[in-house]
Nanobody
């Protein structure tokens, strides 16, 4: 079993920055991938960033490309999301998730999820 705990959310003005963290505990896997998702009120959950443990490669949704950066620290068993140039439309609950089979093709591939951290961006 794996537990994921997010932190770092909060309220910020448009143009500001936040850094989300996700601490991973429990079972470990030699190859896996992790991602950040978000869900705004009344909208479907959206995958915004993915990172692969095998080579550190990353994938971003167009909505956050060039503004958000996903990274991980293996020693600290942590995943991060640096969010810059935040916009009001970035307001959402943000979740981290882990795919133990290292696919990360879509939401259904992810096996473990955190409880979420709220990000609110005001104009």
């Amino acid at each position: 079993q794996v537990q994921l705990v997010e932190s770092g959310g909060g309220s910020v003005q448009a143009g500001g920055s936040l850094r989300l963290s996700c601490v991973v505990s429990g079972n470990t896997y030699s190859r896996y991938c992790m991602g950040w998702f978000r869900q705004a009120p009344g909208k479907e959950r959206e995958g915004i960033a993915t990172i692969y443990s095998r080579d550190g490669s990353t994938v971003y949704a167009d909505s956050v490309k060039d503004r958000f950066t996903i990274s991980q620290d293996f020693a600290k068993k942590s995943l991060y999301l640096q969010m810059d140039s935040l916009k009001p439309e970035d307001t959402a609950m943000y979740y981290c998730a882990l795919d133990r089979d290292a696919w990360c093709r879509n939401e259904a591939d992810f096996d473990y999820w955190g409880q979420g951290t709220q990000v609110t961006v005001s104009s």
